[in-house]
């Protein structure tokens, strides 16, 4: 059976040579082009270390683009071939999941009249599943008490703990890219104290 984080990285390099490698993303000024040259270095380049240490992303621009300039089909068929150490069967679905879904939602939803997708029941929990381990990490930046709840079984998990919690209701997709720092989202209710919930809005989220 095919791993979600797997089916993720397939949609994309589809969607990647759909959309054509001059085409923007939601990350930042990044084309399809250089966010694919960015997957590749993450998987197979040791100078990738600036993602995770950021006193050396200069280091990690600098091969990216370099990584940028080669064949954009070849490029794509290195991500989609999945064959280093973080695709291997258990590491993948821990480190990629996110890794993947972010990034195929930030070539679809950087087109004009996206529409969110309908996942599967068991894709929606692999993602409550990042929700609910690195939430935590990835909410910090607000400084206020959080919640997150999911709109289509009322689970909640607690990301910040305090008074007066924010809490942020919606399915787990539309969660995830909102602790990733995405601005393009659909149906996220938050409720709470107004100057809490303005903090959390505006806080500079993701990695």
Known sequence: M????????????DLALETGPDAPTLCGDWTVRELVAHLVVREHS???VGIVVPPLASV???ETERVAKKSFEKLVGRVRKARNPLALPGIDQAVNTAEYYVHHEDIRRAADGWEPRVLEPGEQDALWRVVRVSGKGLIRPAGVPVVARRSDTGAETTLRG???????TGLPSELVLFLYGRQQIH?????GPDEAVANLRN?????
């Not at 305090?162 to 942020?168: A, L, N, T």
Request: some cysteine.
């Open 187 to 191: 149906d996220l209710a938050f409720d």
């Open 60 to 62: 990690t621009d600098r």
């Open 162 to 168: 305090g008074d007066d919690p924010v809490v942020v």
């Open 2 to 13: 095919t791993s979600f984080a797997r089916a993720e990285r397939f949609r994309l390099c």
């Open 203 to 207: 806080a500079s989220l993701g990695i």
């Open 46 to 48: 040791p100078l990738s």
